[in-house]
């Protein structure tokens, strides 16, 4: 599907499984992103000549199809970072950070990205509040009932992936956000494995903050978005400040800052990434998300039910809805399996993949991941299924 549109899979023989991490790019994203090194370089929002003007016009229109493409209210409400891992430190550090005290509650789960993990133990560390886990049912998963459980009247944040990077569970964030907000409790979604394969909707969801990634969704690396409610964003506290981000400032220590988006964007950003994911918004916009959800998760079941065949193999997540399938080669270490594959171009990921806390679930510290996206095929998955069939090699193969 759409494999043409892809340098990369037309000029070599590569089996790219690992989409979790990081997409493909199409020529037309690489092509905008070329265009503005080579045809109008310039900075955004501080020249009065043709080429910044049209700089910041491409840089705000990207703001704006974000908007459309998550159904925001209002275009100030999208933000600039680097990733999402920048989005979710700028939400913890940059709001709860100053709206959270000793003793108040925050509720993860055990299969969260390390970025959604981390910041709140730092901020555990300095200012005392309670990191609590919502238990996953047999499956690893969320259920509304275990989230009540969770939920005390100490308890003023919920933060979870929407589809998780390891299980792949994929979590019903309105029932999620109906139950926050009956209960005075503030919502962040992590949406870095679900913004290109399912559509989000942060008006219908009722996300209160949203973070992800370009690079995940067809874009260049080093852009993220974070998605705030007008309301709390206005309350946010910068956490750079330099260029761009002042109305004025004297000598004296007297400043102003600018409105949202801006006052949240010190510095120059990264232009060429901003218009990189304005195309590959258009890209996604194209091909539809509704068509590429549909032929990805008929492609999962394909796969799984292809390495269902092989009783060495160990899978750890058949029946989530997602894109994602983590396994074992019974005997062998993830990353000799990964060696071993790649010795016939078929990339996985194998390791923790930076959620630690999940061997406290599956009682197994790594896995392999296949992680699976639109330009993936059957064909795809057939060889692969070869290879493991002679895995029994693998020893001579990989010493």
Same mark, same amino acid.
């Given at each position: 599907?759409?494999r043409?549109?892809?340098? =990369?899979l037309? @000029?070599s ?5 690992d ?7 199409p @020529?037309m994203v690489?092509?905008?992103?070329? $265009?503005y ?12 000549y043709q080429?910044s003007?049209m ?8 703001r704006?199809?974000?908007? &459309?493409?998550? %159904?925001?209210?209002h275009s100030?409400? /999208?933000v600039?970072?680097? +990733?999402?891992?920048?989005?979710l430190?700028?939400i ?8 959270l005290n000793?003793g108040d509650e925050v =509720?993860?789960?055990?299969?969260e990205h390390?970025?959604?993990?981390? #910041?709140?133990f730092?901020l ?8 609590k886990?919502?238990s996953?049912?047999?499956?690893n998963? /969320?259920? /509304? ?8 009247n100490?308890?003023k944040v ?5 589809v998780?990077?390891v299980i792949?569970d994929?979590?019903?964030i ?9 209960n005075?409790i ?5 949406? *870095?494995q679900?913004?290109?394969?399912? #559509?989000?909707?942060?008006s @219908?969801?009722d996300? &209160?903050f949203?973070?992800?990634s370009s690079?995940?969704?067809y874009?260049p ?9 007008? %309301?709390?964003l206005q309350?946010?506290?910068p956490r ?7 109305a004025i ?9 600018k409105?949202?988006p ?6 120059? #950003?990264?232009i060429? +990434?901003v =218009?990189?994911?304005?195309? *590959?918004i258009d890209?996604? !916009?194209?091909? +539809? /998300?509704d068509?590429i959800?549909?032929y990805?998760?008929?492609?999962? &079941? ?6 269902k065949e092989? &009783? ?13 399938v983590?396994?074992?080669i019974k005997?062998?270490?993830?990353? $000799?399996a990964?060696?071993y594959?790649d010795?016939y171009n078929i990339?996985v990921?194998? +390791? ?5 806390i999940?061997k406290?679930?599956?009682n197994?510290?790594?896995t392999?991941?296949? !992680?699976?996206?639109f330009?993936n095929?059957?064909?795809e ?7 493991l069939?002679?895995s029994k ?5 990989i010493?």
């Amino acid at each position: 599907m759409n494999r043409d549109d892809f340098t =990369i899979l037309r @000029d070599s023989n590569l089996v790219y499984f690992d989409n979790g991490a990081t997409t493909l790019k199409p @020529d037309m994203v690489r092509e905008r992103i070329d $265009d503005y090194y080579n045809k109008y370089t310039s900075n955004i929002h501080r020249g009065d000549y043709q080429n910044s003007l049209m700089v910041s016009e491409l840089y705000e229109e990207c703001r704006d199809k974000v908007r &459309d493409y998550i %159904n925001a209210k209002h275009s100030s409400e /999208i933000v600039f970072t680097s +990733g999402t891992t920048a989005s979710l430190n700028d939400i913890v550090f940059g709001y709860f950070k100053y709206k959270l005290n000793m003793g108040d509650e925050v =509720i993860i789960s055990e299969s969260e990205h390390a970025s959604n993990v981390l #910041p709140w133990f730092k901020l555990q560390e300095e200012i005392g509040i309670i990191v609590k886990y919502v238990s996953l049912d047999d499956k690893n998963e /969320i259920t /509304i009932d275990n989230l009540k459980k969770a939920i005390t009247n100490k308890t003023k944040v919920v933060s979870l992936a929407h589809v998780t990077n390891v299980i792949g569970d994929v979590r019903d964030i309105k029932s999620i956000s109906k139950l926050c907000h009956d209960n005075n409790i503030l919502l962040i979604v992590d949406a *870095a494995q679900s913004i290109a394969h399912v #559509p989000v909707d942060v008006s @219908d969801m009722d996300i &209160d903050f949203m973070a992800f990634s370009s690079h995940k969704m067809y874009g260049p690396t080093g852009v993220g978005v974070l998605y705030g409610k007008f %309301n709390l964003l206005q309350e946010m506290v910068p956490r750079n400040y330099g260029g761009d981000m002042n109305a004025i400032f004297t000598r004296d220590g007297y400043m102003e800052l600018k409105d949202i988006p801006s006052r949240l964007e010190a510095g120059t #950003p990264n232009i060429e +990434g901003v =218009i990189g994911l304005s195309r *590959a918004i258009d890209y996604i !916009s194209g091909i +539809g /998300i509704d068509k590429i959800s549909k032929y990805e998760h008929e492609l999962r &079941d394909y796969l799984v039910s292809r390495l269902k065949e092989l &009783d060495f193999i160990t899978l750890y997540n058949e029946d989530n809805y997602s894109t994602t399938v983590a396994f074992n080669i019974k005997g062998v270490f993830s990353q $000799d399996a990964a060696i071993y594959l790649d010795k016939y171009n078929i990339c996985v990921r194998a +390791g923790n993949h930076c959620a630690k806390i999940l061997k406290d679930v599956f009682n197994i510290a790594n896995t392999c991941r296949i !992680s699976l996206s639109f330009y993936n095929t059957r064909r795809e998955v057939d060889l692969l299924i070869n290879v493991l069939k002679n895995s029994k090699n693998i020893w001579e193969e990989i010493l």
